[in-house]
DNA sequence: ACAAATCGCGAACGGCGTTTGCGGTTTACA
DNA sequence: TGTAAACCGCAAACGCCGTTCGCGATTTGT
């Protein structure tokens, strides 16, 4: 008559779902343990691997058994992602502007990217948004305090905050993958005729600080540069 | 001893492997033929549903018989992408500066991805890029001819530009699909008082274009806006 | 003419997410 | 305290996926 405890109806979202019911014997996982053995098998061998079998096996147990923690894959990247969002905390206190706070707060996601380049894949997913990241919106919306300006432009300045960093991180983690191997060069002349140019030193280091200081001032103040 | 055509070894990528040999009977189908056809499935009812069986089917035939054309999904993934791309001509020819000429085509790729809206979970494989993008890239190229700056700074601007293009394509495309069903908002206070304060008149109609302006110069010409 | 190469096709393989049914265990409640 | 409901782990199975293989038929190069 009933069903797993997971799966059903499946009508509240994973977070508010409770671990366990009160009846049935104690669990041999619990939820944790499969998020954290699914993050660190995206972490080593890519989300590509993280597979409700390969978790499984990683907790020496059997696909069909994880249904019993969550209702889907879905769920399980949901969760992955929330837990790693939450290693961004603790959250830097506001000490100087908030310009200068916001840039750090990017400079932090940069490195979980890093830590965890699986996110990539994971991020603009249209699903729930787990109480981690929803305590780092916060915590933005706080740090933009003293900003004056509406607070749709907020949303959508930390939103767009955080896509300019993946695209970043994105960089990093395919730096220079690309190959011509198979295309006509002669076809693209300007092409060409850039890669002759003795490459500039490449001097941006702090790349990711300009752009977000320039989005951050442009968004939120209003005011964008102008040049002829 | 002979392998189908796309699959064997498969030392070259598809852009330069001919579409069939000069042996055999006529071909009933062509590479092309098989992209349109999974473009149109992708447009009308999203990347999921292109599946080698699906487009098959579309054209009245079996999966298998698709390896005659292409070496893998992946390819035909590219040879979709590319074709898309292709979609940008005719450039827009060099009237006024350079910054209004790339904010310009900017507007056209986002258009671009609001007709396919699966580029967007494409555009990010690392992949083989086509002869169309390489085309597209040579005219950015041209474009920021008179810009005096290192070419690695160009490459990583024209990339950028696409990257913020597709985060504004994405928020157009999954406009507030997010839900707060089943998560305890209490415990987010910055978040609930800003919901509380009456939202601004949403002024922004050209966010789009003052993002890439702001963009554009901020990474090409060196100077960042400061504020305090 | 004949062999080599290519065609369409259907069956099959392994992997995936997910469902289902089962025997055994624990708890809530009459 | 007895019993029924709820929950556990598990293994098998379902349908879908990308891909491979072998077959008879067809066309071409020499």
Same mark, same amino acid.
């Given at each position: 008559?009933?069903?797993?405890?997971?799966?059903?109806?499946?009508?509240?979202?994973?977070?508010?779902?409770?671990?366990?019911?009160?009846?049935?014997?104690?669990?041999?996982?619990?939820?944790?343990?499969?998020?954290?053995?699914?993050?660190?098998?995206?972490?080593?061998?890519?989300?590509?691997?993280?597979?409700?079998?390969?978790?499984?096996?990683?907790?020496?147990?059997?696909?069909?058994?994880?249904?019993?923690?969550?209702?889907?894959?879905?769920?399980?990247?949901?969760?992955?992602?929330?837990?790693?969002?939450?290693?961004?905390?603790?959250?830097?206190?506001?000490?100087?502007?908030?310009?200068?706070?916001?840039?750090?707060?990017?400079?932090?996601?940069?490195?979980?990217?890093? !830590?965890? /380049?699986? #996110?990539?894949?994971?991020?603009?997913? *249209? %699903? &729930?948004?787990? =109480?981690?990241?929803?305590?780092?919106?916060?915590?933005?919306?706080?740090?933009?305090?003293?900003?004056?300006?509406?607070?749709?432009?907020?949303?959508?300045?930390?939103?767009?905050?955080?896509?300019?960093?993946?695209?970043?991180?994105?960089?990093?983690?395919?730096?220079?993958?690309?190959?011509?191997?198979?295309?006509?060069?002669? !076809?693209? /002349?300007? #092409?060409?005729?850039?890669?002759?140019? *003795? %490459? &500039?030193?490449? =001097?941006?280091?702090?790349?990711?600080?300009?752009?977000?200081?320039?989005?951050?001032?442009?968004?939120?103040?209003?005011?964008?540069?102008?040049?002829?």
């Amino acid at each position: 008559m009933s069903d797993t405890a997971a799966s059903g109806p499946d009508r509240q979202p994973i977070w508010s779902r409770p671990e366990r019911g009160s009846r049935g014997p104690a669990p041999a996982h619990s939820r944790d343990a499969i998020v954290l053995a699914a993050i660190t098998l995206a972490d080593t061998e890519g989300l590509a691997a993280v597979s409700m079998r390969a978790v499984a096996a990683a907790l020496g147990t059997g696909a069909g058994s994880l249904y019993r923690y969550l209702s889907s894959r879905d769920d399980l990247l949901d969760l992955m992602t929330d837990r790693a969002v939450g290693e961004l905390r603790p959250y830097p206190q506001v000490e100087g502007d908030w310009l200068e706070t916001m840039v750090l707060l990017g400079r932090r996601q940069l490195a979980l990217f890093g !830590a965890h /380049p699986w #996110l990539l894949d994971v991020i603009h997913r *249209p %699903s &729930g948004i787990g =109480p981690q990241s929803l305590a780092w919106f916060d915590n933005c919306i706080r740090i933009l305090e003293p900003v004056r300006c509406p607070v749709a432009a907020k949303f959508e300045t930390i939103a767009m905050m955080t896509g300019v960093v993946s695209l970043f991180a994105r960089r990093e983690s395919a730096a220079g993958a690309f190959s011509f191997a198979g295309v006509d060069l002669a !076809a693209y /002349p300007h #092409l060409v005729a850039a890669f002759r140019q *003795p %490459s &500039g030193p490449a =001097p941006r280091a702090d790349l990711v600080e300009r752009t977000l200081r320039s989005l951050l001032t442009g968004l939120l103040l209003g005011e964008s540069t102008e040049a002829g």
